[in-house]
Every structure is written in C-alpha cells, then in structure tokens.
C-alpha cells in the first residue's frame, strides 16, 4: 500500500493512501504546506488524513475529480454521521487541495468551486467563571517541581490566551519577564507578542529558579516548559495535567486548555477590551472568527446604554 508523508522538521506523519495515482500529487502538496506555506505539523497531518479519506473514497469512483464526485464525496461523509463543521473542514481541504493542482498544472479546473461551505450553527463557546478560574490556578501544589512547572503553564495560559501547540513550543528566550511579554509562533510560523500579567511572570520566575532545573537535572533544552526526560511538554500530556487539576479543583465541566483560551478571550471583553486587541492577542487572521465571543458584549452594552443614554 502507497504511503503519504507529512513531513516537517519536528516530526513524521505517515499515513496509508491507496490510490498510487494520486499519492505524488498529496505528496507535492504536503511538501508545499510545508516549505511555502509554513504551516505547523498538526495542520499538515489534519490535511494528510482528510486527504487519504479522499482518495480511498476516489479508489471506487469513476472521476474523482469532478463536481458531482465531490459532491457525492461529502454526502458519504454526512452518512457516516459526520457534523457539518467536519465536513466543512473536508471541503476546504479539497478546495485547498485542488487550487493548488490548477495552479501547478496538475488539473484543468477546482471541482469544488462551485460547492458551498455547509452552513454551520455557531455555538457559544464555553468558559469558566473567574472563581473557578482561581482554584485551577490553585490546584497545582508548589512543593515539588512539576507542581510548580504546571502552575506557571496554567498561570500564562490564563493571563496570555495562546493555543496549547503554542504553549508548548514557547522557548526560554521567548519570555522577557522584565517588559511582561512572551513571543509565541503560531499558525503559519507567525509569530506575535502577548503581553502578560503579573502573576503570570512571578509563577513563571519562580519556575525559571527553583522548578525548570530539577526537573531537567542537567540535561540541556531551549524548551521553557520541560518534561523529566528533558523533552517539551506534549499538548497530549499538558491535556492530562489540565483535566486532572480541574478535578482536583471541583470545576464540574472536563477541562481543556482551549476552555481557558475562550476565558482568556470572554474575561478580556467584559472587562473591556476591543474586540480587535482580543484578535491580535489571540492570533485570529480574521476578525470574524474573534467575533464568536461578542457573546459576552450584550450585558455591557446594555450596562452601557442604562448609564449614558438620557432617556434609558
């Protein structure tokens, strides 16, 4: 059976593709992800898998590249029981796929130019209570190493909103504990600069003195947040960690670290912060993907309105 490599430079994503004919151009447009694009492993691996369903599927169609068979592609998957966010996420992996054929001179046209997105209800994302904000932080104990490594995680995760991929590829040079920033490189390879708050800082100075040493007991890393072998915290590990302090703290709902993401976010705008500042701290490309959180501005404006309007 053909394979199909998502390569980087960190890692290997290797996957089954059992239609040879289309394995070289997978392949091209991996590596084109990769080298031009620079997009992160993950991203690569997502389309890597969307594509591999794809081409099994193509296997026992006569045209696979024709509207109608993707069409009929993305009926397959909804019978399946898939949602129509994971559908969506197929077809723009197919759009995405294809333009890049066009462009190369591998197809004469997009089959899925003339498909629709499938329309998506937007459900308001879920966040935490600042109470139940202070007794995660909390949960960590600080008389051992890890506890103190985990409250720092939690504390910048809180105070800086970044994606967990992101947390946990942020480097020891990437902290300037004197101006309160970290730089973090997202999607993409951009990279930005998050300020952060106190409290973060002093959690991630006190890891920096008495936590990240004994638990990389000399082994070197450029990594701020260590595991025991000396490798970066994986986003699988850091997921347990979170999951198991939410318990630990009586938070009733599974935590994840993207759940403290969206607190970062909905506790910034009800404070009030602009929606465009929340984006750039957040990493959006697209401010309409920012606005799923205007959840949080109705009360305010409301307060707003009650306060300053002469005949509220």
């Known amino acids: 059976m053909a394979e199909v490599a998502a390569c980087s430079s960190d890692a290997r994503e290797t996957v089954s593709a059992p239609v040879p004919a289309i394995e070289g151009r997978v392949r091209a447009f991996l590596d084109f992800c990769?080298?031009?694009?620079?997009?992160?492993?993950?991203?690569?691996?997502?389309?890597?898998?969307?594509?591999?369903?794809?081409?099994?599927?193509?296997?026992?169609?006569?045209d696979p590249a024709s509207p109608q068979a993707v069409r009929a592609y993305l009926d397959s998957l909804y019978a399946k029981g898939m949602s129509g966010r994971s559908v969506a996420r197929h077809l723009v992996t197919l759009r995405n796929f294809f333009g890049f054929l066009v462009r190369e001179g591998g197809a004469t046209a997009d089959p899925t130019a003339s498909i629709a997105l499938p329309r998506q209800w937007r459900t308001v994302p879920k966040y935490l209570a600042p109470e139940e904000i202070d007794k995660l932080l909390a949960a960590p104990t600080l008389d051992k190493p890890v506890g103190i490594r985990d409250r720092a995680m939690l504390?910048?995760?809180?105070?800086?909103?970044?994606?967990?991929?992101e947390l946990c590829s942020i480097q020891v040079r990437d902290i300037d504990l004197e101006l309160g920033v970290v730089r973090v490189t997202g999607k993409g390879n951009k990279q930005?600069?998050?300020?952060?708050?106190?409290?973060?800082?002093?959690?991630?100075?006190?890891?920096?003195?008495?936590?990240?040493?004994?638990?990389?007991?000399?082994?070197?890393?450029?990594?701020?947040?260590?595991?025991?072998?000396?490798?970066?915290?994986?986003?699988?590990?850091?997921?347990?960690?979170?999951?198991?302090y939410g318990v630990k703290a009586g938070v009733s709902r599974p935590l994840t670290p993207h759940l403290l993401r969206h607190s970062f976010a909905t506790h910034l705008l009800e404070g009030g912060a602009g929606l465009r500042g929340v984006q750039a701290m957040l990493g959006h490309a697209d401010i309409s993907t920012t606005q799923i959180y205007t959840h949080v501005l109705g009360s305010r404006l409301r307060q707003t309105v009650d306060e300053h309007h002469p005949r509220a």
């Open 192 to 244: 930005r600069l998050i300020p952060t708050g106190k409290s973060a800082i002093a959690a991630i100075r006190h890891y920096l003195e008495n936590g990240r040493g004994p638990i990389l007991n000399g082994r070197p890393s450029r990594y701020l947040f260590v595991t025991g072998r000396g490798r970066p915290m994986t986003r699988q590990a850091f997921w347990r960690i979170i999951r198991d």
């Open 34 to 62: 990769r080298v031009e694009k620079g997009l992160a492993v993950n991203s690569i691996s997502a389309y890597s898998l969307d594509l591999v369903a794809y081409a099994t599927w193509a296997a026992t169609s006569p």
């Open 155 to 165: 504390e910048l995760l809180y105070a800086s909103g970044p994606r967990v991929s």
